[in-house]
Structures are given as C-alpha cells and as structure tokens.
C-alpha cells in the first residue's frame, strides 16, 4: 500500500472535460447541427486536428473551396482536447514497417517531414494569432532501473540509424538528469531537441476558428463515394475524408480498422515557488520515462504538473466511453505514479483527472490513405503521437483531396497497406494480455530483475 494516493489528493473535479477545456471555461458554444440535406466540394468526418487542419490547408490551397466538417460532438471535443500537450515531431512508429511501402531514404523522408512539423505548427498558430503556450524546448526521457537504461541504450542506436537532424538526441548521465529535473532514483536519461509543450485545448479552437463550416451534434452514420449520410441529413461532396481518430470504431464496417484504447491524465494544483526551486524542471521540458508502461507529463504555463498514463486499457467489442471522465481505480494509479518519480508531489492537491481515447492500428503505425478513383480519403492512427502527427496528415490530405502531386504525398505511410484487427474475443484478450504482461514487467524491472521475455511477449500479443 506504501504507492495508495493519500485521501486529500483525490481531484476535486472529474468530468467530460479535460483541465484543458476546463481552463478555457468549457467547451466553447456550441454550433449549429446540419440543418438538411447539404452540398460541399469536400466533406470531412470528424472536427479533431486531423480534420481542422485538413480544412485549414484546403483553404489556403484553394480559396474558393467549400469544405464542410461533420461532427458527432463538439469540435475538440475528442483527444484533441485531451492529449499531453506534446508537439513532438519525434518518429514513436517502428521505422522498419514502413519499409513495405518504400525504400529506407523514404523512411527517413517521412521521419524528417513529421520533424519539421513542430515548426509549421508554430508558424501556422503565429500566422492565426493563437495563444496557445506554445514554449519550444526539448523531450526528456529518464530512466530509473537498469532495464529502463538498456532501453535508453537501445533508443539511441536507433536514433543513429532513423534519426532527424532537426531533433538532436544526447544521453544524459544521472548528474545531468537530475540538474534537469529531480526525478526519484533517476539514473541517466535522453535528450531530444525540436520539440514544444502546448495547451491543447487552445491550440485546436484557435484552429477551428479559421473559417470552415462545422456541423456539430451532426452523426455520420455512413460514408461512400460522393456521400456522407448523417442523423441531420445527407452531404455530397466531391471528395470525402474520415478523420475521426479513436472514434472510427463507430463507423459501420470500420469496427476492426483501429482499436480505441484509452490514456487518463491528471493535473495538481500550482505549486509554490519554493516546490519549483526543489524539482527543477525549469526548462518545460517534456518528460516521460523508459517503463514498459510509461508516463507522459509537462509543466504548464501556470505552475502545474500535468501527468498521464494508460487509462482503461480496452474495452470489449471496441466500445468507447466518451464522457471523458477516468474511473477511480485509474485516477488513484496516477496518482501513485506521479508520487513515486516526484515524491515531493504528496502534499499538493490534484485538480482534475479526465480521460479520452486514440486510435491504434494493427501494426501501431500512422499512416494516410487516398483512393483517386472513389476520391475518399481518411488519416489516423496516430497511437498517442497525434499533435504534430494531423498537422502532417492535414497538410498531405489536403493535396491529395486537390489531386496534387507533392513531396508529401509520395511519403511511404500514404497508402501503408492495412490489416485489420482480429475479431471478439481474441482482440480483447491481446490487449488486455499485453498490458498485464508489460505491467508484471514494470514491476520485475523495478525490484531489480530483468523482464525482456514478459514485455516481448506481451509486445507480440498486440502486434506492437
């Protein structure tokens, strides 16, 4: 019990919305639902990044272009509102799968385009006048066993073979982690430049105010060439692009495509200055750690802690829960998460814990597609890594929805053939099964032991 969260650290507020939106006084009002039957030049299926900023580019594009957003909630509502705040160009996909689409020089392209996408994200918020705390600084990855080390060993060698040079990686001994920030029983960490931390929930309605039509409380019910059938209507449309991320297991036929797995996240109370001086962390940087299991967190512009981890890992059947509120049992292991690399946290009040869902394929790989002859399109899968990920996936859905040819639609993820997920119940029974397994490996690792077989196997369960 020495890891159970003490009664005062429970949040005070749990609800839909995350800190993010919270911050902001809430969802902003809502728009319009889809008042009949409509025509656009291109429909897009979901107003998260993905769709924003494919209709952002569209315009700039094409000014004439009529693009019209269908969405089921609010717009944001989904993980673009509830993610870490991460802008991170850092490739999180295994390099080597993308090989069957391309050569290892495209590999390394489509790794140096989604690097340079931190900084057209910046430009582009600069250019719409967003105020969304966008602070550049560097991702931190630490270690505190000797497993997790042999990971950080690991990453590096990678990052020689697949790295971009716009996000120089170096090893930091325990000195130099600990000057960074005093994470408990940190033994050596990683470095990795050309990053930012953001305000989520600012950055997606500075984006949803650029000038598209968005149909919200508007349900798609099915797409085809030419159409999407909603709960309020019919839209036709030249082109048709799904973007609708952990929520595609809605869409009929698409239950198997991408698995909606779940990530929580909690956010303490500002800390004192003196607590500050105490753990550093001076730089914002992005933290996260070397764990099979690992944790997410960033320091926010007003003096929180935001941290985060696996929510309810996954739900039978692919089901979704959209209130975004995380369950007890998942708020109480952050809670103890967070204690245990900053103890100096356990007197400081947590203010609110919120969930949400992302959308994971077979392989756990990103990827866009276009058909030319059906002209529908979709972008996704992200697993976690969607921030700077849609700004990539906006631009290149974009061009091909224009029929343009460009160095990003000759990118290897586009078209990245698609093998779906198993059916009920062996889909259930891997997931789960992995998560247990890189659990009871995170446990060995940090009594002292070694665990490769048991994340291995688990790792192998779901195709990661």
Not at 27 to 32: D, V
Not at 155 to 182: C, I, K, N, S, T
Request: hydrophobic letters at 45%.
């Amino acid at each position: 019990m020495a890891d159970a969260p003490p009664a005062t650290a429970l949040p005070r507020r749990n609800g839909e919305v995350s800190f993010w939106q919270a911050a902001l006084g809430g969802m902003a009002p809502a728009r319009p639902p889809l008042g009949g039957d409509a025509r656009v030049d291109v429909a897009i299926v979901g107003a998260g990044y993905t769709g924003l900023w494919t209709a952002l580019y569209l315009m700039r594009a094409s000014p004439g272009v009529r693009v019209g957003l269908i969405e089921a909630e609010r717009a944001g509502f989904g993980a673009s509102g509830r993610n870490g705040g991460w802008l991170s160009g850092d490739f999180a996909w295994k390099p080597e799968r993308y090989l069957k689409n391309g050569s290892a020089e495209d590999v390394r392209r489509l790794i140096g385009a989604l690097a340079r996408t931190v900084p057209e994200v910046i430009a582009r918020a600069r250019d719409l006048g967003i105020d969304a705390d966008i602070r550049e600084t560097q991702e931190v990855r630490v270690a505190t066993n000797a497993a997790q080390l042999a990971r950080l060993d690991a990453e590096m060698a990678a990052r020689a073979q697949w790295g971009a040079p716009e996000m120089p990686a170096r090893r930091l001994d325990a000195a130099e982690m600990a000057a960074r920030v005093a994470v408990a029983g940190a033994l050596g960490g990683i470095e990795v430049g050309g990053v930012a931390r953001i305000q989520p929930a600012k950055l997606v309605r500075g984006v949803e105010a650029a000038g598209a039509t968005i149909w919200e409380g508007t349900r798609a019910l099915a797409l085809s060439p030419g159409r999407v059938v909603t709960d309020r209507g019919t839209v036709t449309a030249d082109v048709v692009l799904r973007a609708t991320e952990g929520f595609t297991a809605r869409l009929p036929g698409h239950r198997r495509d991408w698995l909606p797995l779940n990530s929580a996240q909690i956010v303490t109370d500002p800390l004192p200055p003196d607590l500050w001086a105490e753990i550093g962390w001076q730089g914002y940087e992005l933290l996260h750690d070397a764990a099979n299991s690992y944790f997410y967190a960033q320091r926010t512009e007003d003096g929180r802690i935001a941290f985060g981890a696996r929510g309810v890992p996954y739900r039978f059947a692919s089901g979704i829960d959209a209130s975004g509120a995380a369950d007890g049992v998942t708020v109480a292991r952050l809670i103890a998460g967070l204690h245990r690399i900053l103890p100096q946290l356990r007197s400081v009040p947590i203010a609110h814990a919120w969930c949400g869902v992302l959308g994971v394929p077979r392989d756990w790989c990103a990827r866009v597609g276009y058909d030319p002859r059906s002209r529908m399109g979709w972008a996704g899968g992200y697993v976690g890594i969607g921030v700077a990920t849609s700004n990539l996936a906006g631009r290149t859905l974009a061009d091909l929805a224009l029929g343009r040819q460009s160095d990003l639609t000759g990118l290897p993820w586009v078209n990245l053939p698609v093998r779906r997920w198993e059916p009920e119940p062996l889909r259930f029974i891997a997931l789960r099964g992995m998560y247990r397994l890189l659990d009871a490996a995170d446990a060995r690792e940090r009594a002292g032991g070694t665990a490769g077989a048991l994340a291995r196997l688990g790792l192998r369960l779901a195709g990661r």
